[in-house]
């Protein structure tokens, strides 16, 4: 069966971390993701969001400081 994700969370929030932690092998550990995107494509997102101004900060080579307005 096919369930969106947010009805699939929904109906097991209260067990869900348990169950994953209990019987999933490998799940007692969590692990951070982190999927970027180029400052251009963050910018997007954020102004997609809501923001209302966007603008890069600083950088350090691969790692960029945005500021974000509402």
Do not use: C, Q
């Not at 209990?22 to 400052?39: H, K, M, Q, R, W």
């Not at 969001?49 to 960029?64: D, I, Q």
Request: charge should be negative; glycine fraction near 4%.
């Amino acid at each position: 069966m096919i369930e969106k994700m947010d009805e699939f969370l929904t109906a097991r929030v209260d067990g869900y971390d348990e169950h994953m932690k209990s019987n999933i092998e490998g799940a007692d550990i969590f692990y951070y993701y982190d999927t970027p995107l180029t400052v251009e494509h963050e910018k997007e997102a954020l102004l997609a969001a809501g923001f209302t101004n966007v603008e890069e900060l600083n950088s350090w080579e691969v790692t960029h400081t945005l500021k974000a307005v509402i």
